[in-house]
């Protein structure tokens, strides 16, 4: 069973850069892709990006963080990392890393939240303006 724990989340000023960090761990055979999805109290859980991490490098983003979110990983350390600039208040929320079923890849998933199964606790991103 996959297990994902995140790190990194605080406060910031607007314009400022957070760098959050999810830690895997007992990776089954066949997980190929993580994800970061982050959810605002009263919203629905919104896909940020996703990369995958077996046979490839492919990354996705959601259109609010492109080209201001860069999400990466880390084989030796076992982290997909999630390195946030240009923050704005409207990225307050609760962050989360979460990881499909086995043999779904990225390509197939991408950023639908229905399609991860397994989920870190999350970490809290404080933006103020």
């Known amino acids: 069973q996959v297990q994902l724990v995140e790190s990194g989340g605080g406060s910031v000023q607007a314009g400022g850069s957070l760098r959050l960090s999810c830690a895997v761990s007992?990776?089954?055979?066949?997980?190929?892709?993580v994800g970061w999805f982050r959810q605002v109290e009263g919203k629905e859980r919104e896909g940020v990006a996703a990369?995958?991490?077996?046979?490839?490098?492919?990354?996705y983003y959601g259109d609010s963080v492109k080209g201001r979110f860069t999400i990466s990983r880390d084989n030796v350390k076992n982290t997909v990392n999630l390195q946030m600039s240009a923050l704005k208040a409207e990225d307050t929320g609760i962050y989360y890393c979460?990881?499909?079923?086995?043999?779904?890849?990225?390509?197939?998933?991408?950023?639908?939240?229905?399609?991860?199964?397994?989920w870190g606790q999350g970490t809290q991103v404080t933006v103020s303006s």
């Open positions: 990369m995958t991490i077996a046979g490839g490098t492919r990354t």
């Open positions: 007992g990776v089954a055979a066949g997980t190929y892709c």
């Open positions: 979460a990881a499909p079923r086995p043999g779904h890849s990225c390509t197939r998933v991408g950023l639908d939240v229905d399609e991860y199964i397994v």
